[in-house]
């Protein structure tokens, strides 16, 4: 094919080896059938509660979201909440969301700016950095009981490239040791260049992992999402990194090698070539040609906007989507206009609900030939100068919460499998070698709730 990109299993873009974008070897993943009660068993949520939840780094925002000193956002992850602050110095720290005095919730609202938290009960004051400001009455206190200055709870919070961990635990490995990917892999987006355009979250009818699962592979798009198959690839390149990290380089541009029609364009790849700027009319190259064009466009494009990093970026990133797996509950679909970050977050009690949280990040450029990549399912009209943050759109079970067509689909098959896999008929998934993602993430899992981690 023109561009050199061919869809057989298993697929390999054949990118250098060494270079980011090259296939890593599969490691052995044996072939265990795992017990479907993790999908739905109250006993399953616990152990994850005990023994996975404290111990992982959880992604709990991103830097553009907070920039000032005093800016912060509500992370919440459960039954737990956690406050990330701006602080003074320009550095990052997080807090339980929870008052020394009574247990209240200290932060009500989910963003914003403050000079300090007022908890609303009884009006403590904390500073940013978590530490006592005020204790309303002081003089009614026993001096023995406060002498300690209670603050708030610190928790361990790092950053990398953009993104913002918290870890619960205390004894687990630094951040930069535990994330799976090698180095620059998400620093060359630019994610802390971005802006929150977007944010969603939708509370499904459905255990966290089963939410997971469904957006690990793309072996479901030709049957869940036909539409897709015009400028998709479904044979995905799948790689496994270490402590359960991965990620699938889902080929755009292209026609999926199922179809039979490889001598026309597809009216989804005509939509593509225009928004890299190529006039669709005047492309003269096959269907299997339009990846690689786009990708020249967009390099060209990024000169004239002076995109420096699009340098750091391999051909096949200018297209493709590098869908990131961050064990255990985050993927990310990374793209050099903008990511698409989807965490998959545990209801407080009930394990058949997850919260499927979005945010849609976005690098603006002023040109109107600049936009959102079509596919992330921004609805028309919305600001994406990235001057107001929005307010986050929470959507309750039951109601569609308008992502674009695909993933109402999601919806439906998730919602679909979660009831199907309490069957007695069910005894367990059978991954084959496309969902290996699938495989390496419940095996990193079993390691936590089995002890080996
Ligand atoms: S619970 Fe926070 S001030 Fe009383
Ligand atoms: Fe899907």
Not at 29 to 40: E, I, N, Q
Not at 113 to 121: E, K, Y
Request: proline share 8%; hydrophobic share 35%; charged share 25%.
């Amino acid at each position: 094919m023109a561009d050199g990109f061919k869809a057989e299993w298993p697929m390999d873009l054949k990118a250098p080896e060494g270079s980011l974008e090259a296939k890593q070897p599969r490691p052995d993943l044996g072939a265990d059938v795992v017990d479907p009660s993790r999908y739905y068993s109250r006993a399953f949520m616990e152990k994850e509660w005990a023994q996975l939840w404290p111990r992982v780094w959880l992604l709990a925002g991103v830097t553009p979201d907070i920039r000032e000193p005093g800016d912060f956002t509500v992370f919440k992850h459960g039954h737990e909440e956690f406050i990330i602050a701006r602080q003074d110095d320009g550095g990052i720290r997080a807090f339980y969301n929870v008052c020394p005095h009574r247990g209240n919730r200290v932060c009500l609202t989910e963003q914003g700016s403050v000079p300090a938290f007022t908890c609303p009960f009884h009006s403590w004051r904390f500073n940013c950095d978590g530490s006592l400001a005020q204790i309303t009455d002081e003089e009614t206190y026993d001096p023995e009981l406060i002498k300690h200055r209670p603050g708030l709870t610190e928790v361990r919070c790092d950053t990398i490239g953009g993104l913002i961990f918290i870890n619960m635990d205390g004894a687990a490995p630094p951040l930069k040791e535990w994330i799976g990917l090698p180095e620059g892999y998400i620093e060359n987006y630019e994610i802390e260049k971005m802006n929150v355009v977007r944010h969603v979250r939708s509370e499904w009818k459905a255990n966290w992992k089963t939410g997971v699962d469904a957006f690990y592979e793309t072996y479901h798009l030709p049957h869940i999402h036909p539409q897709t198959q015009g400028v998709m690839e479904d044979f995905s390149q799948v790689d496994l990194y270490p402590n359960g990290f991965s990620r699938m380089i889902v080929p755009i541009g292209v026609k999926s090698h199922r179809v039979k029609d490889q001598d026309s364009i597809d009216p989804y790849q005509a939509h593509m070539m225009m928004e890299a700027g190529i006039d669709p009319q005047a492309y003269k190259g096959t269907p299997a040609g339009v990846r690689a064009a786009i990708q020249e466009a967009k390099r060209e494009r990024a000169k004239k906007f002076n995109l420096d990093y699009y340098d750091r970026l391999t051909d096949g990133q200018l297209t493709d989507s590098w869908a990131t797996g961050f064990f255990p509950n985050v993927q990310i679909g990374m793209h050099p206009e903008g990511v698409f970050i989807m965490r998959f977050v545990p209801h407080p009690t009930d394990p058949e609900r997850f919260y499927y949280d979005n945010m849609t990040m976005f690098r603006y450029v002023d040109d109107p030939g600049y936009t959102v990549p079509g596919w992330m399912g921004l609805p028309e009209g919305m600001d994406v100068t990235g001057e107001i943050r929005p307010e986050i759109e929470h959507v309750p079970a039951d109601v569609k919460p308008d992502l674009g067509e695909v993933l109402d689909q999601d919806v439906e098959l998730v919602y679909a499998v979660q009831e199907g896999v309490k069957s007695r008929g069910f005894a367990g998934p059978i991954w084959c070698e496309q969902e290996d993602r699938l495989r390496h993430f419940h095996r990193e899992l079993d390691r936590y709730l089995n002890g080996e981690k």
